[in-house]
């Protein structure tokens, strides 16, 4: 899901702020792609960002007219627009919008919950637990719709272009079956992060690369990049000793990477949580896209289920399939009893209720208003959400990806979202953008 390195297991990885060198360590050729482009030298250490990788989607055509994020400086929320309430399309406007912000409530206490230790967010969270307090935790949406417009500002986010739509996708927690113990059955390691992985931050050298990390392991007194896939998976199994949990199907491993968090069904009954740790930071590369290209698969049929389909109907090529993806996700295991799984605020985060965003353009935990359409339809769906996620896909100003929720329905409503849909942000009246 998202970037959280501490919790339950805590990740054994190192973190370390970067001090100039005598020359840069990687070239980063930040675009609009899940992760930066390598430099052509094939030894530099790959550039990632907080990584939440997402629902594999359809392969899209590139147009000329994409405009590159790397060649335009924007400041942080530097794409918010002023806006009307009114503007704001869906929001109270109809009898089942109002009643949809009841639901929506209890997301927004979960992002009080930390933005309350934050000065320009105490005001805010303060009336909001005073509302609480006063209707027994259950506000009328016809309150909680008076608190946002008494205590918030309404913006609406944009493109570089000054457009106001963009592509809303959806993910979704998977449900594994799987031990803690390996055996035939169950052959397929989660690994937790390793214990010889190093991150370096790169904002204190690169005030321009706010947010954007280099991964890699030292060898001697060089950082190079991490094992890739194939390394990890291989006889020598360089991580052997880091397995917490054992899967039944490779296929399914391979697509909690992509989620990045998930619930593994015991052979007892229990149920575990299972989150994002860490990842090598090597390029995700679509293998949806690998087999259209290949001529696998159409594009019609280059979805999730379309991919499993194709796994289980050629088990002699998947290995190598999935070895064309050299990125790989490490995991820890998460307390018991959340109620969902943690995303990048830290918080639980509640099926349809959240978006995961760009961090850069919208602040993190912030209510915003969805107005967007149903999966592979043109029926509306217009929502308070909460934005409590982040994800390396998900870049740009009017850019969201929609928590479904868990298991099987869940997943196939997100391996079938990729909609166009237009985003407004509250932000209370005393926050301040640069």
Same mark, same amino acid.
């Given at each position: 899901?998202?970037? &959280?390195?501490?919790?339950?297991? /805590? ?39 907080? %990584? ?6 359809? +392969? ?5 007219? %994409? ?9 942080? *929320? ?13 929001? @109270? ?13 209890? !997301?927004? $206490? ?9 000065? $320009? ?24 719709? !008076? ?7 309404? *913006? ?18 998977? &449900? ?49 990049? *991490?094992?890739?896939? !194939? ?20 296929? %399914?491993?391979?697509?909690? =990477? ?12 229990? =149920?575990?949580?299972? @989150?994002?740790?860490? =990842? ?19 594009? !019609? ?26 990125? *790989? ?10 109620? @969902?799984?943690?995303? /990048? ?21 912030? +209510? ?17 959400? $909460?934005?409590?996620?982040? @994800?390396? /896909? ?22 079938? $979202? ?17």
């Amino acid at each position: 899901m998202a970037s &959280i390195c501490c919790g339950l297991t /805590a990740c054994a990885s190192k973190t370390l702020k970067a001090t100039p060198p005598t020359k840069p360590i990687a070239k980063c050729e930040c675009g609009p792609n899940k992760n930066p482009v390598k430099s052509s030298d094939s030894s530099s250490v790959q550039i990632t960002e907080p %990584d939440k990788q997402i629902i594999e989607p359809k +392969p899209v055509e590139a147009k000329s007219t %994409d405009i590159k994020t790397a060649d335009i400086k924007i400041s942080d *929320y530097g794409l918010l627009k002023p806006a009307l309430w009114e503007d704001v399309d869906g929001l @109270g406007q109809t009898k089942q919008n109002l009643s949809d912000l009841s639901l929506s409530w209890p !997301a927004w $206490m979960q992002s009080c919950s930390t933005l309350i230790n934050k000065p $320009m967010w105490q005001k805010v969270c303060n009336a909001a637990i005073q509302l609480n307090n006063q209707t027994a935790n259950k506000p009328s949406s016809e309150a909680i719709l !008076a608190y946002f417009k008494q205590n918030f500002s309404v *913006y609406k986010t944009t493109n570089i272009d000054g457009t106001d739509s963009g592509l809303i996708t959806g993910y979704y927690e998977p &449900i594994l079956k799987g031990s803690r113990f390996k055996s035939a059955k169950y052959s397929n390691p989660l690994y937790q992060a390793p214990t010889d992985l190093i991150s370096v931050e790169l904002d204190s050298l690169f005030p321009e690369l706010k947010y954007k990390r280099v991964r890699g392991r030292l060898v001697g007194n060089k950082l190079v990049p *991490y094992y890739n896939r !194939a390394d990890i998976e291989s006889e020598a199994a360089p991580l052997k000793g880091r397995e917490f949990m054992y899967i039944d199907d490779i296929i %399914d491993v391979f697509f909690l =990477q992509v989620q990045g968090s998930g619930l593994v069904k015991l052979e007892s009954g229990e =149920q575990v949580h299972v @989150g994002y740790a860490d =990842q090598n930071g090597l390029t995700y590369n679509s293998i949806g896209r690998l087999l259209v290209e290949r001529g696998e698969l159409t594009m !019609a049929n280059a979805s999730m289920n379309g991919i499993k389909n194709w796994a289980r109907n050629n088990p002699s090529k998947l290995r190598e399939l999935l070895n064309s993806n050299p990125s *790989y996700v490490f995991f820890r295991e998460l307390p018991a009893g959340l109620p @969902g799984p943690l995303g /990048a605020l830290g918080v639980p985060i509640l099926g349809e209720r959240v978006v995961a965003i760009d961090p850069k353009y919208v602040p993190l935990g912030a +209510p915003v208003f969805l107005s967007t359409t149903e999966p592979n339809s043109a029926k509306p769906l217009k929502r308070l959400m $909460m934005a409590q996620d982040t @994800g390396g /896909a998900i870049k740009g100003g009017v850019r969201a990806d929609f928590y479904w929720g868990d298991g099987n329905e869940a997943g196939a409503k997100a391996g079938a $979202m990729k909609q166009t849909g237009k985003i407004w942000v509250f932000l209370p009246k005393e926050f301040v953008i640069k």
